[in-house]
DNA sequence: TATGATAACAAACAAGTTGTTCTGTAAAGA
DNA sequence: TCTTTACAGAACAACTTGTTTGTTATCATA
């Protein structure tokens, strides 16, 4: 990639992130990345068609980082085992931690919820294969169960509690009321 | 209050509900929401500030229907009871289902999001007073994973499973993830 | 180093949205 | 009936969005 563009690039993130720490997500304008960027308005949608987009390449950009070890581990790894299953979620939760300036303030806004969305996606698929089956209650609604509450937690931390509790003492938290 | 302000707002919500279900909240302009209500651009403004404001009122008076009883058994109810506790939020999924029709629309889009936050803030009240101490787990954390899950469980109810389930089978559901 | 490709820039553009203000009209309520 | 008040309609400035144009600066590479 031109080292043009890559500059470019990384200074509409970098505006980006810093305006969500002091406006919302809806009141923030396309003017404003554009000025805080210091870049030129035509030159900020030859990157990015919309508002949306942006938000929507710079969660892709993060997740491919929280998920990478997720995806290089899926040859390797037996799913089926509770305690491997276990540290998957806590290096989940390392890695988050680690993107933690970069999050902070999409995570706290209302694109947020944005937010949310993709990471849950994420996380159905790293769910889906592990949940053990179990009759009574449907698997679509424990499946869900399992997920949301594992987003949840991780925006009860990181809106809460920031640096109250590691990433291992969440995990328990978690296993400790979702038993899987 | 005056006749006409009723006509007006009873429009104005009409007009509102019916168009979150062609399109999203972001995209629905205040202009869209005067066309179809087929009302003049001032008298909106005379009602309400902005299209939040609008949202707001809106969730205001669902959650008021919703939670009616809640906030009248109140002095009578012993909450310490389970089974009354799981009978009231039954009865919250009950009033929900009734008020189906004009949730769906708000229920659906991005403005979901901003339902389930007021959603989310009636229910830590009643959540709040009813867990049980528990060392080990945070209280905190117990009481966000409570209601987040039951606010996430009405969620996916309503968005795959419209009437797949009764009120008691989802209730049901909720407390066998949840224990309380 | 010279050169063709391309990214960035500034400026201007139309189209649309927002929220306010005005005047005249019509309906409500006492 | 008479006073009050809500509504409609129109016009308004300010702002946002997304596109286009011609120019300049930077890059990769031959």
Redesign the pocket.
Known sequence: ?????????T?IFQAFTDLLEQKTYSA???????DA???????????F????ELLKAMCTEIFAHVFSEEIMQEAHHDFSDRDSFKDRLTHILCHLQEKQQSIRGIFSGECGEIFMRYFREYLFQVFDRHLPDDGEVPRAYRLNHAVSSFAETVRWWFREHNNAYTPEEVSAFYFACVPL
């Open positions: 990639m031109d080292r043009r563009q890559r500059k470019t690039r200074a923030l304008t396309v003017q404003d990345i554009i960027a210091d870049i030129g308005r035509s030159t900020f949608y030859a990157h068609e919309t508002k949306d």
